[in-house]
């Protein structure tokens, strides 16, 4: 039986400005932070000097987007292309830049779907507060989303704010926390999200101001996390590692204020942050219109005890940041029952049926998925074709996921796989590659930085034509 998808599902696919625009420092853009980090590894892999060079070809790019037969595009906005120093003068190339964008995805009958800020605040923030740590760099924000809404809004109807606040607040380059000393570090973080939670609130105000009939959401990054036996403790730490990693920042979001199991932690760890007594009418007056989330893989965990030289809430050293273990709480351990990409993601089509059913149960959104897909390296074979037989059967299961959950009665807007073309991997440079379409360069070597359609993008352009009728 085929899946019936609503007869406007937005099926479409997605980007984020650093990962594609190259131009880093054209037409007056400033530096971000995603371009500082990825220079200091400028030697070994590509980096966002010219990424997939989109900020030149875009309209090459976006005729592909017509050709796909997209209903969607989600990309995003460079703060520093807009406000080269984050909160000084605005740019006006920065905006005819987005502007032609938006004009063109319109002629193409293709939604666009924005994303405000996505790994790459401006440098200058970083320098002048200690970026996300000040208080100021939330009014900044909210500056730089009201130029925005004021600028677009008349175009663009569909809004995110912050790209995975959830994952990022873990690692500390992406939110440039330089702090060794393990206790200040965490007082920094939680201050850091703490003002992207008020950015957050505050954005969501100024678009239900200033855009006419605007939808706002945040994307986070999500997943599930099994317990790895049927142990008591174990399927409680599973259901932690959620918690602590997920689903805090959506409770924040929906309901305005910490869940008491996250305020508990933060009071035992003495890192809550300071809020303004003003804040809570901000923050629980924000109703986002809808959730969107990225999804690529699900994780297990056991029962992790403390013990006298760990003591509670202390990560384990060495594990990584994204997936670390926490003494006291979890402690992440390799699904024997899934397989894996080439990079370890655990490859669980269910578990998108699962969190998808999740969210809608608890928070009666619409949901949008704006990132899915499969990290990997590609061919491109003696018939000038990617034959990418792998990203398909991914992409396929995990569509179908989607269809079962609509089944369960889930409400679903659309999904968007990542990404729309190759791009820049955010830590594996160009040797990992998500896109539809393959960008013919290497990591050292730029060739002619040609477009080529790989097999699934034909794939995908059917399935749209049939509304998910033919997968
Ligand atoms: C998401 C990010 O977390 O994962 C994207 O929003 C990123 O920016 C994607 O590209 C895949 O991760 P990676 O590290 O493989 O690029």
Not at 320 to 345: C, F, P, Q
């Amino acid at each position: 039986m085929p899946y019936k998808f609503p007869e406007k599902f937005l099926w479409g696919a997605a980007s984020s400005a650093f990962q594609i625009e190259g131009a880093w420092d054209e037409d007056g853009k400033g530096i971000t932070v995603a371009d500082y980090n990825s220079f200091k590894r400028s030697d070994k892999q590509a980096d966002t000097k010219v990424a997939s060079d989109f900020y030149h070809r875009w309209e090459e790019d976006i005729e592909l987007m017509r050709e796909l037969g997209l209903k969607a595009y989600r990309f995003s906005v460079s703060w520093a292309r807009i406000i080269p120093d984050g909160d000084g003068a605005v740019n006006p190339k920065g905006i005819e830049f987005y502007s032609k964008i938006i004009d063109k995805l319109l002629s193409c009958g293709i939604t666009p779907f924005v994303t405000l800020y996505h790994f790459d605040l401006p440098y200058a923030l970083v320098k002048k507060y200690n970026g996300w740590e000040s208080r100021e760099c939330a009014y900044a924000f909210e500056r730089y989303a009201r130029v925005c809404f004021e600028n677009f809004g008349g175009r663009v109807k569909y809004w995110l704010i912050h790209n995975e606040q959830n994952l990022m607040m873990r690692v500390d380059e992406r939110m440039n926390i330089t702090e060794t000393d393990t206790f200040r570090k965490e007082k920094i973080r939680a201050q850091m999200d703490y003002h992207m939670f008020l950015a957050h609130a505050l954005t969501v105000k100024a678009c239900h101001e200033i855009v006419d009939g605007g939808n706002i959401a945040c994307a986070v990054s999500s997943t599930v996390t099994y317990p790895m036996t049927n142990k008591p403790e174990d399927v409680w730490a599973a259901r932690l590692n959620n918690l602590f990693k997920t689903d805090y920042c959506l409770d924040m979001h929906v309901y305005g204020e910490y869940p008491g199991y996250y305020m508990r932690y933060l009071q035992e760890q003495n890192t809550v942050p300071d809020m303004r007594p003003e804040d809570k009418a901000i923050l629980q007056a924000a109703k986002m219109d809808f959730i969107a989330l990225n999804y690529y893989r699900t994780l297990t965990a056991r029962a992790f005890p403390e013990d006298s030289e760990h003591p509670k809430g202390l990560r384990q050293e060495g594990m990584n940041e994204v997936d670390y273990d926490m003494y006291g709480y979890w402690k992440i351990e390799k699904n024997t029952n899934l397989t894996a990409s080439e990079y370890g993601a655990q490859i669980d089509p269910t578990g998108l049926r699962i969190v998808l059913n999740d969210y809608w149960q608890r928070y009666r959104l619409p949901l949008i998925i704006t990132e899915n897909g499969l990290g990997t390296a590609d061919t491109l074979t003696e018939d000038g074709k990617i034959h990418d037989d792998y990203r398909i059967d991914y992409i396929r299961q995990h569509i179908k996921a989607i269809g079962a959950a609509i089944d369960d009665g889930v409400k679903m807007m659309g999904y968007c796989p990542w990404s729309v073309v190759d791009l820049l991997s955010s830590h594996q440079g160009f040797r990992k590659r998500y896109g539809l379409v393959y960008i013919n360069r290497s990591d050292m070597d730029l060739k002619d930085l040609a477009r080529i359609p790989k097999d699934s993008f034909y794939w995908y352009k059917h399935v749209i034509s049939t509304n998910g009728e033919e997968l």
